[in-house]
């Protein structure tokens, strides 16, 4: 089992360490200590209450169902909505882009400065989406530094970049209860190979600069090490992070050679995105030498014998839609997306963060987890 790097946000050599770790020869994945026993201890109270949520009737948890209230849109004369973004409750397989994938989600936005919630535990996953966001702007900082990649967007690009930041933290549970992980990954039946595979989460690349990812401890993320060319009998890695290879047939390859991501106490798992990745690559393009490559890795979670459940926290930290390319054409994360926003095509902007009922959606979740099923009837 390969031993994956971990690193700490203050260590002076943090830049060469990083660049190590995410370099084209690296495993593109690494473990970022928390900072403080504080920080560590409000993950844990966080990930507590994504239990809870998790426990809830389904008839409680679609109350706060993403649909296209909560989705992102693209603005125009006909403003589209695009599917499966934003935050909000999926039920099992009820992502359009992981059909059939045994897990439900939750991902919350940032809260505005006028939530409504009360003092206690619903604070706990506000403060961490804030400890989340802290940490991965100060690892982006760190990214852009000579000693790492360089600077893949000009400064002020870069933080404008994040100036309505699309970032979601997300409550993940794994459930394999009617599954037999003895049996192999294939499903009874024939048809294409994604058909008869079973996944928590199939492979895939993030979106984004990078994932912060912390977790109850069960195993199941593996990430791809490489692949190997039988004709040619040997190793490659370069397809496994080229933007190119994500969500095809090729991603469920037999040749994909798989390496799981052991949990370490007092660390998350941290990936890097496809958006960063595209940066540094058109950038490192633009000014050889200057600027270097990176990866964004593939990666996929799988049935383990003897784990029935698993519960996750990533988060997701994403620039806005229309942050645009450092180099020409310039394209945008998002299709003509200057002011694309949140909440529907009755929404000139994007607020702080999206409301429903005209109520926090915070303060919703607490309802919901602490105030019992009937409390609901109220939104």
Sequence with gaps: ??????????????????????????PGFF??????VDALDLAERTLELSRRFFQLPSCDKVLLKNDE?????????????????????RGVSGDCNFAGDRRESFNLGRAGGSSASPEGAIRSSEAYFELCFATATALRRALARPECLGPYLSAGAAEEAFERST????????????????????APGDGALEETQVFGIRPHQDDGLCTLLYTDGQPGLEYAKGRTDSARSRTTTEPLFSGEFCRTDAQFSEEILWEPVPFLPGYWIVNLGTDLYRWAQQSSLAAPGRVRKCKATLHRVVPRARTKERYSMPFFYEPNLDAQDPCEPFKKRRRGSTDAYL???????????PRRFGVDIYYILYVCVYLGPTATLWF
């Design 69 to 89: 209230e909560s989705c992102y849109w693209e603005p125009g004369a006909a403003p589209v909505c695009i599917p499966s973004t934003g935050p909000g409750y």
């Design 1 to 26: 089992m390969a031993t994956l790097p971990a690193l700490e946000l203050h260590d002076p050599q943090l830049a060469p360490k990083l660049l190590a770790a995410i370099a084209d020869d690296g």
């Design 343 to 353: 909440g529907g095509p009755h929404l000139a902007e994007i607020p702080s963060f």
């Design 167 to 186: 970032s979601l933290l997300g409550f993940t549970h794994y459930n394999y209860e009617d599954f037999r992980p003895e049996s192999g990954y294939a």
């Design 31 to 36: 473990y970022l200590k928390f900072p403080s």
